[in-house]
C-alpha cells in the first residue's frame, strides 16, 4: 500500500512539514492570536459572533503556519549556519523548496477560503495580509528593522477583525494596530537578541544589531509606550477595571522579561520572548472579564 502514496505524501514527509509549519512550537501561533482576539472582543463590545472567533482563530493557525513555511524558504541559505536552526526541514533538506512553496501556497489557499465567509471589506483587507506574510522574511537582508514589518504582519488581524464586525475600520482599530507593532518590536527584538552573535557571523540584519548595547533601554521604552498605548486604548472604549489590570500584569510580566534580558544570556533572552504568551493572555483575560455581564 505505502508503494502507491507520492513520496511527498509519506508518513516522514508529513511529519516534516509538521515540524515545518511550528506546530510543534505553539508559541508563534499564541502570540499572533491574542492581539485578533483583543481586537475581536473590542470591535464587538464583548458580545462577538461565535462565526468570527472560529473564522479568525484558524485562520490565525493557518497563516502562522504559513508564515514559518515561507521564512524557512526564504531562510534555507542561512539557517545551515546558525545552531538553532541549522536541523530546520528546509535548510536540512528534509523537505525541498518547491515542497515548500507548495505548502505555502496551500495554507494560502486555506486561509482565503476562510475569509471568504467574511465581508467584502475584510477580503479586500486580506490582500495585504498576504502582501506582509511574503515580503516579511526577505527584509533581515535589507533593513535592521524587520522586527516592524513582522510587527504590521502580525497586526494586520486588528483592522480586519474590526472590519469583519463593524464593516469598517474605526479610529480605535488603527490605535490598537500600531500599539500591538509596539509590542511585537519588543518581543522580536529579544528574540533576536538570542540569535545576535549568529546574525553578526552571517550578515543578517535586526533591531537586536543596530540596537547594540542600548538594545535593553530601548526595549524598555517600547514596553513603557506600548503599555501607555493600552491605557489610552482602554480609557477610548470605556474599559473596566478589569482591563486595566490586565494592563497592570502586563507591566509586571515586562519587568520580569528586563529581569531575564539584564544579562543579555541567549537562553535567557529566549526565555523573556516566551513570557510575552503570559503578557498578552493577561490582557485578552482582563478584556474578556470586563465584557461578562
Known sequence: MSS????????EKLYQYYLLMRMDRPIGTFLLLWPTLWAIWIAADGQPSARIVVIFSLGVFIMR??????????????????ERTKNRPVTSGKV?????????????????LLVLFLN?????????????????????????YPQIV????????????????????????????????????AYDTMYAMA?????????????AIIFGNK??????????????????????????VYFYLGIVLAAFFSLYQQYLLREREKNACFQAFLNNNWLGMSIFIGIFLDSLP
Request: net charge positive.
Open 195 to 207: 540569535d545576535r552573535e549568529d546574525d553578526l557571523k552571517i550578515g543578517v540584519k535586526s533591531t
Open 215 to 240: 538594545d535593553r533601554l530601548i526595549i524598555a521604552l517600547i514596553q513603557i509606550a506600548f503599555l501607555c498605548g493600552m491605557i489610552l486604548l482602554a480609557w477610548l472604549v470605556k474599559g473596566g
Open 96 to 112: 525541498s523548496s518547491k515542497e515548500a512553496l507548495l505548502l505555502f501556497v496551500v495554507c494560502i489557499l486555506l486561509a482565503f
Open 65 to 82: 503556519a504559513a508564515g514559518c513555511v515561507i521564512n524557512d524558504f526564504a531562510d534555507r541559505h542561512i539557517d545551515k549556519h546558525i
Open 150 to 185: 513582522l510587527g504590521m504582519a502580525f497586526s494586520w488581524a486588528i483592522p480586519m477583525s474590526f472590519s469583519a464586525q463593524l464593516n469598517s475600520v474605526p479610529a480605535v482599530a488603527w490605535i490598537l494596530y500600531f500599539v500591538t507593532i509596539l509590542w511585537i518590536v
Open 120 to 144: 467584502p471589506l475584510t477580503i479586500a483587507l486580506s490582500v495585504v495580509a498576504l502582501l506582509l506574510a511574503a515580503i516579511y522574511p526577505f527584509m533581515k537582508r535589507f533593513t535592521h
Open 4 to 11: 502507491v502514496i507520492p513520496s511527498f505524501l509519506s508518513r
